[in-house]
Structure formats: C-alpha cells, structure tokens
C-alpha cells in the first residue's frame, strides 16, 4: 500500500511562493511517476503538473507553466511543487497522486494512489 503526505501549503499573498512537498512510503520511489493535482470548491480536480520515473520528463498544465516546477529527491521519496507568482485563482486543495506508470500523463484516473491534500491560499 502506497502512502503519500503532503505538507508546506498556507496562506500567501499574490506574487508570493510555496514549496510544496510530498512524501511516499510503500513503494520503489525510483520506479514512480508522481502528480500533483488540485481542486478548488466548487470544481472539478484538475492537473497541475507530473514527473515521469523513466528519463524524468515533466509535464505541466497550460496554467502553470513558467511559475511552477515539480522535481523529486529519489534519496528521500519524496517529490516537490515549486509554485512561485502565485495567483489567487491558484487557491485550492494540492493533491500528490502516485502512478506505477514509466511516463506521466495528465489523467487522474492513471493514478493510483493519492494524498489526504495540503490547502494553499492564495489572496490578493
């Protein structure tokens, strides 16, 4: 079983950043593909970015692009969100979900597992 915890959302104002962290247990972190996705109220659970385990490639939604960066620590299993400019439309719960996938894709549904969420608040 997959465990996945995320920690570092909070309240930041627009143009701020964050880090957001997610740690796995339970798995080859090596031979992991990791997403993070968010869900704001009242929406659908989009994608925010990915990382694949074969070659590392990255993968980012149009709406993050150039303000965001996801990376992992293979050493530590963990993977990493850095949201910098931050906008208040980018407020919303940050899920880190977990694929046995060799290439990331954007789908929710390729994932298998997911995290409990960390909140990031973005005012303006």
């Known amino acids: 079983q997959v465990q996945l915890v995320e920690s570092g959302g909070g309240l930041v104002q627009a143009g701020g950043s964050l880090r957001l962290s997610c740690a796995a247990s339970?798995?080859?972190?090596?031979?992991?593909?990791m997403g993070w996705f968010r869900q704001a109220p009242g929406k659908e659970r989009e994608f925010v970015a990915a990382?694949?385990?074969?070659?590392?490639?990255?993968f980012y939604a149009d709406s993050v692009k150039g303000r965001f960066s996801i990376s992992r620590d293979n050493a530590k299993s963990t993977v990493y969100l850095q949201m910098n400019s931050l906008k208040p439309e980018d407020t919303a719960a940050y899920y880190c979900?977990?694929?046995?996938?060799?290439?990331?894709?954007?789908?929710?549904?390729?994932?298998?597992?997911w995290g409990q969420g960390t909140q990031v608040t973005v005012s303006s």
């Open positions: 339970g798995c080859t972190f090596s031979t992991s593909t």
């Open positions: 979900a977990w694929s046995s996938r060799p290439i990331a894709t954007r789908d929710g549904s390729d994932y298998d597992y």
């Open positions: 990382i694949s385990w074969l070659g590392g490639s990255t």
